[in-house]
């Protein structure tokens, strides 16, 4: 297909391809998407970044961060938690979709699809919050996949319950590509990083296999720099004993898995590990967690929002 340009533009080759998702567009010749697709978990169609993305890579030969022992000195008596607050709003051609006024100039324009049936992070309530319930008590992360796109839309503050709406932050990700953000911009996420890819699914714990991808969590202090993929940071602190937002974490390759129980803190017997915590343990080495924010208490990971839990 030829594609006509306008007054002094050029006229634009197009060729109908299929991409490593399996989706066909019209692109310009010779700029069609060769990322591969064929280990990445998706979600409503829609891989969760491509193979090579550094969601989905592995860690365990990278080489160990200078400040590692002073790090882990700081959280080694802290308990990893958890908080079931994200969820996943699914959006298509027809979900209206509403401009939003940010109050950071770190965030990406245009309009995002929000409908007042989408549900908000309810995190520290346990819970999650319609759109159309506002105003909100919590951080009002607002996470939708568009299905038709493969683009994923996360908001952070949403602060109006109708149109016209408005956030603190927004950005917007092509699943299909690896682009990351401007360096310096922060996203709906302190760190800059999307939110989804590395949050924990019930049936990701309680299925079948292996979790292939960066975990998020959150850590209460955390130093006032970044390294790559994160693009932001959060914090004043500057201490080697406080990571920086975007390091990932890992096992370390003498940690003997057998020894490790299901509440072995709370003085109870030590019962073997369930089927989920193997899962979850298993996940640590390989892909890794990732800090991408600041909690209150602790190190908090991300699950999904899920009665289920």
């Known amino acids: ?63 160990v961060d200078p400040s590692s022992a002073a790090i882990i000195g700081t959280y080694t008596s802290t308990k990893l938690g958890t908080v079931p607050a994200f969820s996943l709003n699914l959006a298509d051609s027809t979900t209206l979709r509403s401009p939003i006024s940010f109050s950071s100039p770190e965030s990406d324009g245009g309009a995002y699809p929000v409908a007042p049936n989408m549900v908000l992070e309810g995190y520290a309530f346990h819970t999650s919050f319609p759109v159309s319930g506002g105003p909100y008590p919590t951080d009002a992360h607002l996470l939708v996949l568009q299905t038709d796109q493969c683009k994923l839309y996360e908001i952070f503050a949403l602060g109006s319950a109708s149109p016209p709406y408005s956030a603190g932050s927004g950005a917007i990700y092509d699943l299909t590509a690896n682009d990351l953000r401007a360096d310096g911009w922060t996203s709906a996420d302190a760190a800059g990083l999307p939110i989804w890819p590395g949050v924990l699914t019930y049936a990701e714990l309680y299925g079948e296999g292996e979790i292939q991808h960066m975990v998020r969590f959150t850590v209460n202090k955390t130093r006032n720099t970044y390294i790559w993929p994160a693009r932001h940071y959060a914090s004043h602190n500057n201490g080697a004993a406080f990571p920086p937002m975007g390091s990932r974490w890992r096992l370390k390759a003498s940690f003997d898995e057998t020894t490790c129980r299901e509440n072995e803190h709370s003085g109870e017997a030590f019962p073997p590990r369930s089927p989920p915590t193997r899962i979850l343990v298993g996940a640590i080495p390989i892909p890794s967690r990732a800090p991408t924010g600041v909690s209150m208490a602790g190190r908090i990971a991300s699950p999904a929002a899920t009665s289920m839990w």
């Open 1 to 63: 297909m030829i594609s006509l340009g306008g007054p002094g533009q050029s006229d634009v080759l197009k060729a109908c391809t299929r991409d490593g998702s399996g989706r066909y567009a019209w692109v310009a010749a010779g700029q069609q998407n060769n990322n591969t697709f064929a280990n990445t978990r998706t979600v409503a169609g829609c891989p969760m970044f491509p193979d090579n993305n550094v969601w989905n890579s592995r860690v365990d030969s990278l080489p």
